[in-house]
């Protein structure tokens, strides 16, 4: 997997709709904010998980009463859906080389579509080489994550 520029603790996850306005569909949303908080529980990057991992790190944090984890347990409209998050793109399914259980692990297409919720600049243009034009300071800012509301 390519290195997005950002790293899973980046990702704002808004507690009542979480990566609100990114894969079209809530369901799917879910599904990645679920894989973004396992991801940063199990090491802080990017990474191959199994079902098993995001549902033990989602049953410690509810455990705990973690916002916003806790409340999305008595949430009806929680319904975190996988399989469609693959079936568009924004994940893949793949087998552990160890004990072949299904695993799953964001594509680059799914981490693009993320980076609207990154907190940090993560400008999508690599620095420009030696002689090469400078980008201009909005370029720069183009590159910002930026929340619904215009909060950076």
């Not at 929680?78 to 793949?94: I, Q």
């Not at 940090?120 to 509301?149: H, Y």
Request: charged share 25%; glycine share 6%.
């Amino acid at each position: 997997m390519n290195d997005p520029t950002f790293r899973p603790s980046d990702v704002v996850l808004n507690p009542h709709a979480p990566l609100c306005n990114t894969m079209h569909r809530i369901e799917r949303e879910q599904a990645a904010a679920m894989l973004v908080h396992a991801c940063v529980e199990l090491g802080d990057a990017w990474q191959l998980l199994t079902l098993r991992d995001v549902e033990r790190v989602f049953t410690v944090a509810m455990l705990e009463g973690r916002s916003p984890f806790a409340s999305w347990l008595h949430n009806p409209f929680f319904r975190p859906d996988f399989r469609e998050l693959c079936d568009k793109g924004y994940a893949r399914w793949d087998r552990l080389v160890v004990g072949g259980e299904l695993a799953i692990a964001f594509t680059d297409y799914g981490l693009e579509a993320m980076r609207r919720w990154v907190r940090r600049a993560t400008p999508a243009t690599p620095p420009a080489a030696d002689g090469d034009e400078q980008p201009t300071p909005s370029q720069l800012l183009s590159g910002l994550g930026t929340t619904p509301d215009g909060a950076r």
